[in-house]
């Protein structure tokens, strides 16, 4: 029944490994969302897809990447993974129309705690 | 950074008081919402303002827009314990990229 899921909810791994971050939403939503949340609480938009296609793609390493089987699942891969990734990534989706106003709210996961060691 | 300000940063207060705070962001916008955060959980969404709007309510949260000072305040009447989180605010530019921008949040904490 959960809305927006992302697994794992925890993930602790070595510096230099390879990992990947999954989400499911089951609101019928076109558009999703990764976030990175640092230690101080920061929230930054990374990457969203409406309808598979990648809308935004902010400043974020090419070692992240997103991908989008079909628009009820946002997945993110990360490679090499360095101390500084260490963060919370949460998922989001929304409604929202291309072409209409932005109106929808997003319903975010609980988040993945990544911790590279 | 098109990253909104929120203050203040941390509030204490007790049960029974109000709780306001306030965000300012720095581009035109299409709404402006806040969203909760309990700890070690995600965001809920509490409401939405449009930039059409200047106040709007939903139960004991009042929401207030003046997009001539680019800024919104939100205001928690009769607090409960149960508010204790953090609040953010977050806006969508109005060039249409979807792209909604976090504030940096108040954490607030209500002392029962």
């Known amino acids: 029944d959960t809305a927006v899921s992302q697994t794992p909810k925890y993930l602790v791994t070595q510096m230099g490994n390879d990992k990947s971050i999954k989400c499911e939403q089951n609101?019928?939503?076109?558009?999703m969302y990764w976030y990175k949340q640092d230690s101080k609480k920061f929230l930054k938009i990374m990457f969203s897809?409406?309808?598979?296609?990648?809308?935004i793609n902010e400043t974020v390493p090419n070692r992240f990447s997103p991908k989008s089987p079909d628009k009820a699942h946002l997945n993110l891969h990360i490679n090499s993974l360095e101390l500084g990734d260490s963060a919370v990534y949460f998922c989001?989706?929304?409604?929202?129309?291309?072409?209409?106003?932005?109106?929808?709210?997003?319903?975010f996961g609980e988040g993945s705690r990544l911790t590279v060691l | 950074s098109q990253q909104g300000e929120e203050d203040p940063q941390a509030l204490s207060i007790q049960e029974g008081e109000n709780a306001t705070m306030n965000c300012s962001y720095k581009?035109?916008?299409?709404?402006l919402q806040w969203y909760r955060q309990n700890s070690g959980r995600g965001l809920v969404h509490l409401i939405l303002?449009?930039?059409?709007?200047r106040e709007k309510h939903s139960g004991r949260l009042r929401v207030t827009l003046d997009t001539s000072k680019k800024s919104s305040s939100l205001l928690i009447t009769a607090s409960r314990a149960a508010d204790t989180a953090s609040y953010f605010c977050?806006?969508?530019?109005?060039?249409?990229?979807?792209?909604?921008?976090f504030g940096t949040g108040t954490r607030l904490k209500v002392l029962a």
């Open positions: 989001a989706s929304s409604q929202l129309g291309m072409g209409t106003k932005n109106t929808g709210e997003l319903f």
């Open positions: 609101l019928g939503h076109d558009t």
């Open positions: 897809y409406n309808n598979k296609e990648l809308i």
């Open positions: 581009t035109s916008i299409n709404n």
């Open positions: 303002i449009r930039s059409n709007e």
């Open positions: 977050a806006t969508d530019a109005t060039s249409g990229t979807y792209k909604y921008i």
